[in-house]
């Protein structure tokens, strides 16, 4: 009897040593397709490491920003891995907040698309591993456009969407000539109409860290964005993001959108659109200049420096951003379905060129992004949709509410762009850029 409850005892025992010794990796990520996927494929995962278990914490974009950067500056210890991108990566590393990912021959990792290393790294140590990459392009309905009798070439004006979007609006039958983001961020509405003032021939600071947001490029650029959705955009287009976007247009709601290239997967999937077999697509509309008209993003995956749990983490981080992962999710769901935008061996891939008809497109805008010259007049940052500095973050966040202020009608465009020139010149000044 004795043996029994010892053997009893040192069995229980040896279960909570293993219950103890079982590894929980918490990952914070944001709530687009590819992620709700990866979630799903993580059992592949689980079972091949039987010791590591993941937990996810999906939040909206802008509520996952804030979370990440306040748990990494605080050292939290909330996140065992964070969905980050090309914003925060380069200052959180130079920082030291980021564990340095080293990975080893079979990862490949020359196989990730240079414009995603190098945005992900800093002095040559990558920091960070994409997930999946972008930039930005045009999104259009061609049915619609061949029955108004425009054709849209590769490169469009802001002018031509402009004719399109007044053309191919049709409310009265549930169809609105563009759809345009317009809630508030930094890398929202803010990240979207930096590129636009881009082609415009603007810039967010000059070669003194002067904030530019007063300038004729600003005025003209926020302009024509609150006048073109004011009349040809859904309703309440101040509230719409990515995903009340990607909802839209897959319902036919939508004639044009432009924003992230990932989108295409999701439009041109027929089993998430209504219109798939209508899209079509051209590169990011410009005006003055191509200069800075497509954005250079990647979702991808960091460790916080001093995690306790770096080689569990760095496991998962590998498979999720490998290869293998992509052909996992190739066998799931189809080639047009994979993560893009990272590797040059997907864009080689015979089968996914076939089944993606948005690739040519898609590596175009990405080759194309150069966060070096992203503006006609010379600026001192880094970044297409953004400036590389860790002021920005708030800055274009406050700067994103204003845009959107005057997109609901609360106020006019000079005055959101006054009240943003105040805004970006006190913290600037107060940073130490200048007096």
């Not at 007063?214 to 302009?223: L, N, T, Y």
């Not at 924003?259 to 041109?268: E, G, K, R």
């Not at 749990?309 to 981080?317: E, H, M």
Request: glycine share 8%; with cysteine.
């Amino acid at each position: 009897m004795k043996f029994r409850i010892a053997s009893a005892l040192t069995a229980a025992m040896m279960t909570a040593g293993m219950a103890q010794a079982a590894t929980e990796l918490v990952v914070a990520t944001v709530n687009n397709g590819h992620m709700i996927e990866m979630q799903k494929l993580t059992k592949h995962f689980e079972s091949a490491n039987p010791g590591i278990t993941v937990k996810w914490v999906t939040l909206e974009e802008g509520v996952l920003r804030q979370r990440v950067t306040t748990d990494i500056a605080t050292k939290g210890g909330q996140f065992d891995i964070m969905t980050i991108g090309m914003y925060e990566t380069p200052i959180w590393g130079k920082k030291g907040w980021l564990q340095e990912l080293k990975t080893d021959a079979a990862y490949d990792a020359d196989d990730i698309l240079p414009a995603m290393r190098n945005g992900l790294s800093v002095d040559g140590k990558m920091f960070a591993v994409p997930f999946y990459g972008e930039s930005s392009m045009l999104m259009y309905r061609k049915d619609l456009t061949d029955k108004a009798g425009i054709k849209i070439p590769n490169n469009p004006t802001w002018d031509l969407v402009r004719e399109t979007a007044a053309k191919i609006h049709d409310p009265a039958n549930g169809v609105y000539g563009i759809c345009l983001r317009g809630k508030p961020g930094w890398g929202d509405n803010a990240a979207f109409l930096t590129t636009v003032v881009n082609t415009y021939g603007g810039q967010w600071f000059d070669m003194k860290w002067k904030p530019q947001l007063e300038s004729k490029p600003w005025k003209d650029a926020i302009g024509m964005y609150v006048n073109l959705l004011t009349k040809y955009g859904p309703p309440g287009s101040e509230n719409n993001s990515f995903n009340e976007i990607l909802a839209l247009y897959n319902e036919g709601k939508c004639g044009m959108w432009i924003d992230a290239t990932i989108a295409a997967s999701f439009i041109s999937d027929s089993r998430q659109s209504k219109v798939a077999d209508k899209v079509a697509f051209a590169q990011a509309p410009t005006q003055v200049t191509p200069k800075g008209a497509n954005w250079l993003w990647a979702w991808a995956l960091a460790i916080p420096a001093g995690s306790k749990k770096v080689d569990a983490a760095t496991k998962f981080v590998t498979w999720a951003t490998s290869k293998e992962y992509i052909e996992l999710v190739a066998k799931t769901n189809g080639w047009a379905s994979v993560p893009t935008g990272t590797r040059k061996s997907t864009y080689a891939n015979p089968n996914f060129v076939k089944a993606a008809r948005f690739a040519d497109a898609e590596k175009a805008a990405i080759d194309t992004a150069n966060p070096a010259d992203s503006t006609l007049p010379k600026s001192p940052y880094v970044g297409v949709q953004f400036a590389a500095i860790p002021e920005f973050q708030s800055i274009g966040t406050a700067v994103g509410q204003e845009l959107t202020a005057a997109l609901a009608g609360k106020k006019s465009v000079d005055a959101a762009l006054k009240a943003s020139q105040v805004i970006a010149d006190r913290q600037m000044k107060k940073a130490g850029y200048y007096k």
